[in-house]
């Protein structure tokens, strides 16, 4: 398997419209991580199976982080479930296939087989509500 196609993460197959909601900001605990899975609108509409789209969402001190769920190294998840995902708060997040170490705070690869290349930022902001939406 050959690294991934660097791309923003707007350009990404079911890529999520500006303004949607992706949780509540209290879904995502202080110092933790959230992966969320965005089901295609074709999906949702009952048509043909389409790749849903992955994120990872970190929340420390200085804010909302969210990333494509997606290994700079070989394109894999980084995890398939939150509980599963390893991370040291505020520090960084590890694939859990090749164990590529990236940095919290901007996702770049700080340890493994994918040094100088980064994770895909997805923007986000918290609402009115509280709810952590997909930013412009």
Known sequence: MNAPIR????????APATGTRLCALGDVPEGGA????????SDRKGDARQT?????ILRSASGIKAYVNRCAHF?????EKTEHLI????????????????????GHCLD?????????AVPVAIDAAGQIIVAA
């Not at 959230?34 to 609108?41: F, P, R």
């Not at 394109?75 to 995890?79: A, C, D, F, K, R």
């Not at 991370?87 to 901007?106: G, K, L, Q």
């Not at 493994?112 to 895909?120: N, P, V």
């Open 75 to 79: 394109g894999v998840p980084l995890s």
């Open 7 to 14: 791309v923003p993460w707007f350009e990404l197959p079911n």
């Open 87 to 106: 991370f040291t708060p505020e520090v960084s997040i590890s694939c859990n296939v090749h164990y590529a170490r990236y940095r919290w705070s901007d």
């Open 112 to 120: 493994g087989e994918c040094k100088g290349e980064a994770l895909i």
């Open 52 to 56: 849903p789209f992955r994120l990872v």
């Open 34 to 41: 959230k992966m969320l899975v965005i089901e295609a609108e």
